[in-house]
């Protein structure tokens, strides 16, 4: 295997973790399977990248003071035992069926950065209308425990089970059930998925599936990747690349249904 199309990957990764709150796992997880990696050591190989990307935007984004700590440390609080179960489902599923469920994963992924479009879209509008309006940030709001256990779950279960961050569905549900804008959910949610990912990557360690050699070299370029992601995040305009973006999970989506079905769904 290539180790420095391994590290551009990681740099790809890295981009779209600091651009979009993405751990990098929804397209190291594809591309690792292509290489004929089943899915199971894919997942877990790719939580080493995910966690060092995660960590790496995390200290940059401390040192802006953008994160919200108390937000993070309680949806990690959820996220981390619900990684473990996502993980123990994970290596007692059928190779096949998890490359099903992965290609639906894809898809909801190409829905939820529709919907996360039109959250910036409504926050910039409704900037525009009235800027002295009330901090939406959700810093000073408070916000019961049920709805950090419903991100934390969500994103923990699926990081186990698939071997991405979770940023995925954590970052459009503070949006919509804290009020979090996306400049602040974006760091937080890389706070929570590097406690989320390491907790999944001890399982799978443990039960001997991580390929340490590709995942630390996918983690050196992350890192490199979401210091850049991280810089660029608030003077790009994200829709061509939410674009690009989206027509590659479709494309990634369709060739994962199709090692699902040729594995032996049928």
């Known amino acids: 295997m290539n180790l420095a199309i391994l590290?551009?990957?990681g740099i790809c990764t890295g981009l779209l973790a600091g651009l979009f709150g993405l751990g990098g796992g929804i397209l190291i997880v594809p591309v690792l399977n292509l290489w004929g990696f089943p899915v199971v050591t894919a997942a877990a190989t790719s939580l080493v990248g995910v966690f060092l990307t995660a960590l790496s935007g995390t200290i940059r984004y401390s040192f802006t003071n953008q994160l919200n700590w108390q937000n993070a440390l309680q949806i990690a609080l959820f996220g981390v035992p619900a990684v473990q179960i996502g993980a123990w489902f994970a290596r007692h599923l059928p190779?096949?069926?998890l490359a099903i469920c992965f290609s639906l994963l894809l898809l909801?992924?190409?829905y939820l950065m529709g919907l996360r479009k039109t959250l910036i879209d409504t926050e910039n509008f409704a900037s525009l209308l009235d800027?002295?309006?009330?901090?939406?940030?959700?810093?000073n709001q408070t916000h019961s425990r049920w709805e950090f256990a419903k991100m934390g779950c969500l994103g923990g279960a699926i990081a186990g089970l698939f071997g991405i961050g979770?940023?995925?569905?954590?970052?459009?549900?503070?949006?919509?059930?804290?009020?979090?804008?996306?400049?602040s959910?974006?760091?937080?949610?890389?706070?929570?998925v590097t406690a989320i990912a390491a907790s999944g990557l001890a399982q799978y360690a443990w039960k001997g599936h991580v390929l340490w050699i590709p995942g630390?070299?996918?983690?050196?370029?992350?890192?490199?990747?979401?210091?850049?992601?991280?810089?660029?995040?608030?003077?790009?305009?994200?829709t061509l690349i939410n674009t690009l973006f989206r027509l590659i999970l479709f494309v990634l989506s369709l060739y994962m249904m199709r090692q699902g079905f040729v594995s032996g769904i049928i």
Do not use: N, Y
């Open 7 to 9: 590290f551009s990957l």
């Open 95 to 97: 190779d096949s069926w």
């Open 108 to 110: 909801a992924a190409i």
């Open 131 to 139: 800027s002295d309006s009330p901090d939406i940030s959700g810093k």
């Open 166 to 183: 979770g940023g995925i569905v954590m970052v459009p549900l503070q949006v919509l059930l804290l009020g979090e804008s996306i400049a």
């Open 185 to 192: 959910a974006v760091p937080t949610t890389l706070a929570a």
């Open 216 to 238: 630390l070299c996918i983690g050196c370029g992350g890192i490199l990747g979401v210091q850049l992601g991280t810089r660029l995040l608030p003077h790009l305009s994200a």
